[in-house]
T-cell receptor, first 116, second 115 residues
Framework: AQKITQTQPGMFVQEKEAVTLDCTYDTSDPSYGLFWYKQPSSGEMIFLIYQGSYDQQNATEGRYSLNFQKARKSANLVISASQLGDSAMYFCAMRGMRAAGNKLTFGGGTRVLVKP | EADIYQTPRYLVIGTGKKITLECSQTMGHDKMYWYQQDPGMELHLIHYSYGVNSTEKGDLSSESTVSRIRTEHFPLTLESARPSHTSQYLC??????????????FGQGTRLTVV
């Protein structure tokens, strides 16, 4: 079974500052992938960044970076230089090697509000 | 930009009505998924499909049904809508690459309200 936990229901961040969104996971799969998605108020899910369980380096994608600590089973998302358009829900998700249908399992999300 | 479309975007319907939520993708993806999401909450997988004529139940029990007669089309049907079905329904698709890093592409969702 796969489980994703996001303990921060909501966060405020000042524009141009960095923010870290927490994500911890649990799985029995030896190989897995971790994803972060952004969901604006319009409802669609936007893929942000991916980290593989065997990747040696932390993933980065523009202003997004992933602080992956495998031993702690955490994959925190860091958004640098926050912009007003970053206000949204953010979901951490994982896919295990043995997951039926290659499905993604999602956490409960964190709502981020960027203040001007 | 993802080529996966859901219609309608918003639907308000009376209790007992039959409804079909449409989902189409033009990327040729074999795998398709339906997630249910209450406002501000996590996504729960309710159905998925490996390809044509393949459908499976997801993690969350749902009274809805799905079909997959064509690769590009994965409609979801509720035979008799109830207020408890009020939610957002998100359709997604992905390649059958077998790779862990295969991205799932999502539609814009259908916000269903049953009154």
């Amino acid at each position: 079974a796969q489980k994703i936990t996001q303990t921060q229901p909501g966060m405020f961040v000042q524009e141009k500052e960095a923010v870290t969104l927490d994500c911890t996971y649990d799985t029995s799969d030896p190989s897995y992938g971790l994803f972060w998605y952004k969901q604006p108020s319009s409802g669609e899910m936007i893929f942000l960044i991916y980290q593989g369980s065997y990747d040696q380096q932390n993933a980065t994608e523009g202003r997004y970076s992933l602080n992956f600590q495998k031993a702690r089973k955490s994959a925190n998302l860091v958004i640098s230089a926050s912009q007003l358009g970053d206000s949204a829900m953010y979901f951490c998700a994982m896919r295990g090697m043995r997951a039926a249908g290659n499905k993604l399992t999602f956490g409960g999300g964190t709502r981020v509000l960027v203040k001007p | 930009e993802a080529d996966i479309y859901q219609t309608p975007r918003y639907l308000v319907i009376g209790t007992g009505k039959k409804i079909t939520l449409e989902c189409s993708q033009t990327m040729g993806h074999d795998k398709m998924y339906w997630y249910q999401q209450d406002p501000g909450m996590e996504l729960h997988l309710i159905h998925y499909s490996y390809g044509v004529n393949s459908t499976e139940k997801g993690d969350l029990s749902s009274e809805s049904t799905v079909s997959r007669i064509r690769t590009e089309h994965f409609p979801l049907t509720l035979e008799s809508a109830r207020p408890s079905h009020t939610s957002q329904y998100l359709c997604a698709s992905s390649e059958s690459s077998g790779r862990l890093n295969t991205e799932a592409f999502f539609g814009q969702g259908t916000r269903l309200t049953v009154v």
